[in-house]
């Protein structure tokens, strides 16, 4: 990610030596060179068609995630982070049905396999071996009537010919792995009868049980409670380090990014606004909409009795996205660019320069560098 | 579970007990709507005053409502002897009495009418789980299309169309024009072939009744459980889609499906007269419509209970499977 | 919130409660006996005073939406007293409650199923006027759409649905209804958390003014610390049904004294990248244990680290200290910083000899 080419959607730059697999050499051919990064996807789109209109959830993203290390994925509800991570796990081709399907496009390319337009039986194989994700809600995500070591046992089978005995060993030691006490007697339990945070280990433990070398997480601690959620967070940091995944962590809370990532992705309305190491955008943040996610956060570490800066206005309709910047309705720094261009032209996004370039710190915003950098250190931070 | 059983096995008795005492209320508040009582009923218009007295202290219809009820229900236990001086009769345990029209006991009758109802219940429960479940998964998982549209269409028929007019229009087609099938009922131990034969229409008839609902609400469910969570997560693993729908989404259909299927088996008996009477099979639906027609109490009182014991057992089997399917519902 | 002067000064609290407890029971076995009850809420002691906002904030099952239902009559408490503006309101049935409505309001989480959704947004505002049989200066419609006004919303969408709104609208909805009365206690239960965070400072903002304009009262009941940091005066953190401690803002997030205030504390992610490898995490072994059947003693000891062994035997009471802060615990945290309260006679010397022990452990770990 730190490393992306300077025009988002474009194919990356010819110094990239490809390096597809036969099967999806011809894709690569017909597109553009295989990068090297372990994960990259280019201008994804997905768009549903429904009865009011094309819902375009995600619009042109592109990112890059190396192994080993954590891309934090940040957005209200609709701004495309979830779809973004079920498009990459090919979760909207799989299993459609009726005649409204997904309209994906763009590249996925994972360790150097194309996967949009590759077979969707091999795609099926890489999922739950090389990528696996872990959702928002445990008590949902587990089949409730099959005990937990059963539907871990069925992750490991999928992919590897084992006997269940075998199998059954390996859940129960990625269950005491997690953390779960009395593995072996746990491991005959059904989801109900474990507690909130329980379940979430063993769902982790689930995802982990193949040695995925990418973990996708979606809101892995919204549905838990403050303590447990530090629990899973440190879980998730340890189990990193421990199996050197690449992990995406998709989240609304900066707490959590602020935690566990490494690089931030901003996401408004299926687009990404701003993205760069965590550390630049927590404390230079370049797009008025970070402004606001900031501004909105009441503060923990902080005895702020003034109010809170929230953004106006609500979340865009992703049918009838705005015109130019999908956030202008919203900003308050809308009219600083001339001649309208906000409304009508839609912001490219654009490295950093001067003492940042090559940092990897993008953002999608018309105002000029020097604009956002004033405005941030005059009239926003201080209010922080 | 102990405990949870021995509670609804007590309701079950406390339920026949009740219903076994309304139904006897009837043996004794019909014949007075019809200005008659039942010694009349029993020996028929042209009796003499001498044996219709003679019945009435064979059957003890002098005695108190209750002592009666009390003799009837030890006769269903212990069997009971009518007595009318020298003149004993033996009616073996369990004793449903003697019918008013044949003379002849209930029990054999019902026990010769109960194998027909079932053979006809249990293949048309079969035929419309397989039918209903089926069409309803494929008109779920082919949502929009043509193949939807269309099953769902004929789906509404059979919820529609009276069973009568179903079964008429296929007798006439399939046996009395076509001469494919011979529908006079063989029971199964004389000719297996025959009795499956004769039971092709009369199954598929009930069932089309009931695969339509059952279609219509596997397809409900399923489109249901094809969006929950742990379906996204059974592909997340890399499941065969095959897999994702036979061991992850069917098996949460069977929830809805067994609840339906509890208050159908009591429903069942109604659809199981009308296929009878259409089909002139042997069962208990046509005995109940013979005996109502001729007022013939100990049938009607016999077949009541039958078939409440039926629907009785089969909620309690129903709810039993409940707790089989999903580990969470704990019985107690 | 700022606490107005008079608050302060108040002598009278708003609302008292003492010994509230909530117990559901539980039935089973052959013949449905009680064999058990969810001690939701068990033995709460607090005020509420005027013109101040209480945070109450605790993980799921910690009994504070128990707790809110009980203090607006929603629901029945098993024992104990509620008292509002000195009048005893514990066991009012409705009708004697109706009156008492008017003064105390309250604000539903979900904004999606809190709100009819065949009723225009009209008569959801309206209808606390017709429930009570008021009808207010200039008519009703026009102090809806005052109201509607007052929230941030368009007085002329008087006639639309709860569906043409977005969830952030809803709540405001919410909110315009529970003001409709010009109560004097609103009780917010989670009232921002289905909300988007950008959202979430609209709504926190709007009960901020709302409270400076009508000189309400707000006990807000949530589970996210840092709301609660910015909107409450006093806070109350609760673990399995009861207060562990109750103190000012600043007091509580700067010296809690309660382990599990302290742990819960450090759990909560800050968005501060570089502080990441700074800050220590208290880590609380296991989860909350269930209120069927709670720990003996006191509540916490299965996950505390400074746990011995008078916490399982013997419940700590919910002392005051001088500072004002209310703490139940045999070993408080930061005890050297405030001055202990002066014990009276009526004090066993066994507590004595626990708050005694607690300094001791608190300057061990110090040293």
Known sequence: MTDLTKSS???GNGDLPA?????????AAAGSPAPTAFLEVRDLRVHFPTDDGLVKSVDGLSFRLEKGKTLGIVGESGSGKSVTSLGIMGLHTAGQYGRRKARISGEIWLNGQELLGADPDEVRKLRGREMSMIFQDPLSALHPYYTIGRQIIEAYRVHHEVTKEVARKRAIELLDRVGIPQPDKRVDSYPHEFSGGMRQRAMIAMALVNNPELLIADEPTTALDVTVQAQILDLIRDLQKEFGSAVIIITHDLGVVAELADDLLVMYGGRCVERGPAEKVFYEPQHPYTWGLLGSMPRIDRDQTERLIPVKGSPPSLINVPSGCAFHPRCPYADVPKDNITRTERPELRELRGKDAGGGHFSACHMTQEERTRIWTEEIAPKL | MLAYLIRRLFAVVVMLLVVTLTTFAIFFVIPKWAGTDPALLFVGKQADPAAIEGIRQKLSLGDPVLVQFWHFVQG???GRDYANGSDVTHCPAPCFGYSFRTEQAVWPQLTDAMPVTLSLAAGACLLWLVGGITTGVVSALRRGTLW?????????AGVSLPIYFTGLLSLAIFSYSLKWVNVDYKPFGDDPAMWFESLILPWITLAFLYAAMYARLTRATMLEIMGEDYIRTARAKGLRERVVIGRHAMRSTWTPVLTLLGL??????????LTESTYNLPGLGRLAVNAITDKDLPVILGVT??????IVVANLVVDLLYAVIDPRVRLG | MTVPEKATTSPEPLLKVSGLVKHFPIKKGLLQRQSGAVQAVDGLDFDVRPGETLGVVGESGCGKSTMGRLVTRLLEPTS??????????????TAQMRPMRRDVQMIFQDPYSSLNPRHTVGAIVSAPFRLQGVTPEGGIKAEVQRLLALVGLNPEHYNRYPHEFSGGQRQRIGIARALALKPKLVVADEPVSALDVSIQAQVVNLLDDLQDELGLTYVIIAHDLSVIRHVSDRIAVMYLGKIVELADRKDLYERPMHPYTKALLSAVPVPDPKRRAKRERILLKGDVPSPIAPPSGCRFHTRCWKATEVCERQEPPLVSLATGHQVACHHPESVSDVQLPPRGPDQAPEEKAGAEAAQKVTKKTES
Do not use: Y
Not at chain 2, 148 to 156: E, N
Not at chain 2, 264 to 273: C, I, Q, S
Not at chain 2, 305 to 310: K, N, R, S, T, V
């Open chain 1, 9 to 11: 959607g474009q194919p």
């Open chain 1, 19 to 27: 390096t597809g697999t036969a099967a999806v050499g011809e894709v």
């Open chain 2, 76 to 78: 269903l236990f212990a």
């Open chain 2, 148 to 156: 939807d549209r269309s099953a769902m269409t004929i789906a509404l």
């Open chain 2, 264 to 273: 159908d088996l009591g429903a069942l008996l109604g659809g199981a007269v």
């Open chain 2, 305 to 310: 209970l039958i078939a409440a014991i039926f």
């Open chain 3, 80 to 93: 104990g007293t509620i008292e509002f503006e000195g009048k005893d309101i514990t066991h009012l049935n």
